[in-house]
């Protein structure tokens, strides 16, 4: 008797696991539009241009290029960037004058004293197949030279956005112990060395790194909405005042099981892309996501009146 209540005790056990697991598989792969062209295999930022055409970057490795994708996920054009370099590209944004930026800011070891962001024109204003860059620097005053201890390792950093006129970068928590705090840092949107300044911190979980490190970031294009990225959620972001992105309401988009999820931009105000890196057999997809028609967890909704 006691060998049959095991027995289906185990049974119970597997089909609920298996249940939750193509819940979560579901959850993802109904949002999947394209699958990505082998060569952005390490997809890690993407950007509509003004004629509303994907364009992606590549992880390090790769070329300075940018690729534009067709509805296909194929490659229709490639740019070099002939002055810059792909240490560790890692995310890419736009102004609201359409300028491109590209962050070459991976900084895996928490040992990259100097971090640089590329600034080009929309794509649309290339002509030919290169272009030029325009090169921001910036550093972290709190490096000061000393080696970083576990606790301190948030230096790391693959999502940034650009409002006004300055950029604003997200770091990619690597503490030890994981504290799930990702620090908001400001610098300016144009060719210059910079201080990062350091302006607020939010938490996602403390958990494992890998589930809620922040891997990218967007800004809706009338800039009322902000979206963190990690490997199982979009972070939402709304009703914030000027660049204190986490003082609105926040809510929490399940994405399903677990990719690398390495890039994230709007479409429009309510339309949502993002990809990941192809692992395995695994990933290598673009996925979309309608805001209206989507479930949000809420975890926090600030009263109107403190608004």
Same mark, same amino acid.
């Not at 100097?114 to 929309?122: R, S």
């Not at 000393?146 to 604003?168: K, M």
């Not at 199982?232 to 204190?244: A, P, V």
């Given at each position: *008797?006691?060998?049959?209540?095991?027995?289906?005790?185990?049974?119970?056990?597997? $089909?609920?696991?298996?249940?939750?697991?193509?819940?979560?598989?579901?959850?993802?792969?109904?949002?999947?539009?394209?699958?990505?062209?082998?060569?952005?295999?390490?997809?890690?930022?993407?950007?509509?241009?003004?004629?509303?055409?994907?364009?992606?970057?590549?992880?390090? @490795?790769?070329? #300075?290029?940018?690729?534009?994708?067709?509805?296909?996920?194929?490659?229709?054009?490639?740019?070099?960037?002939?002055?810059?370099?792909?240490?560790?590209?890692?995310? *890419?944004?736009?102004?609201?004058?359409?300028?491109?930026?590209?962050?070459?800011?991976?900084?895996?070891?928490? /040992?990259?004293?100097?971090? $640089?962001?590329?600034?080009?024109?929309?794509?649309?204003?290339?002509?030919?197949?290169?272009?030029? +860059?325009?090169?921001?620097?910036?550093?972290?005053?709190? *490096?000061?030279?000393?080696?970083?201890? #576990?606790?301190?390792?948030?230096?790391?950093?693959?999502?940034?956005?650009?409002?006004?006129?300055?950029?604003?970068?997200?770091?990619?928590?690597?503490?030890?112990?994981?504290?799930?705090?990702?620090?908001?840092?400001?610098?300016?949107?144009?060719?210059?060395?910079?201080?990062?300044?350091?302006?607020?911190?939010?938490?996602?979980?403390?958990?494992?790194?890998?589930?809620?490190?922040?891997?990218?970031? +967007?800004?809706?294009? /009338?800039? $009322?909405?902000?979206?963190?990225?990690?490997?199982?959620?979009?972070?939402?972001?709304?009703? !914030?005042?000027?660049?204190?992105?986490?003082?609105?309401?926040?809510?929490?988009?399940?994405?399903?099981?677990?990719?690398?999820?390495?890039?994230?931009? !709007?479409?429009?105000?309510?339309?949502?892309?993002? $990809?990941?890196?192809?692992?395995?057999?695994?990933? @290598?997809?673009?996925?979309?996501?309608?805001?209206?028609?989507?479930?949000?967890?809420?975890?926090?909704?600030? #009263?109107?009146?403190?608004?």
């Amino acid at each position: *008797m006691l060998k049959k209540s095991l027995l289906t005790v185990f049974i119970l056990s597997v $089909t609920i696991i298996g249940l939750l697991v193509g819940s979560s598989i579901y959850t993802l792969y109904s949002k999947k539009r394209l699958t990505v062209d082998p060569k952005l295999r390490e997809i890690s930022g993407i950007e509509f241009d003004k004629f509303n055409r994907l364009w992606a970057i590549n992880d390090s @490795g790769d070329e #300075p290029k940018l690729y534009r994708l067709n509805e296909d996920g194929s490659i229709a054009k490639e740019i070099l960037v002939t002055n810059a370099k792909n240490i560790d590209w890692e995310d *890419m944004t736009q102004n609201k004058f359409g300028h491109f930026f590209l962050g070459d800011f991976g900084n895996n070891k928490n /040992d990259r004293k100097w971090l $640089t962001i590329y600034k080009i024109e929309n794509p649309i204003d290339i002509k030919g197949d290169t272009t030029e +860059a325009e090169i921001i620097k910036f550093t972290y005053p709190e *490096m000061d030279g000393s080696p970083i201890q #576990p606790d301190q390792r948030n230096f790391d950093l693959e999502a940034f956005v650009a409002l006004g006129r300055h950029l604003y970068l997200f770091t990619k928590n690597r503490t030890e112990p994981f504290d799930g705090i990702t620090k908001v840092y400001k610098v300016g949107d144009h060719a210059a060395n910079f201080d990062a300044q350091l302006i607020d911190s939010f938490q996602t979980c403390t958990t494992m790194e890998k589930l809620c490190w922040i891997t990218s970031a +967007a800004l809706s294009p /009338d800039r $009322t909405k902000l979206v963190l990225l990690d490997s199982t959620s979009i972070w939402l972001f709304e009703n !914030f005042q000027g660049d204190k992105f986490f003082s609105g309401d926040v809510s929490r988009i399940d994405l399903g099981i677990v990719t690398q999820k390495e890039a994230i931009t !709007f479409y429009d105000d309510n339309t949502i892309v993002f $990809t990941d890196e192809e692992f395995k057999g695994i990933g @290598g997809n673009a996925y979309v996501i309608k805001l209206d028609e989507v479930e949000k967890k809420v975890i926090r909704k600030v #009263p109107k009146a403190n608004q």
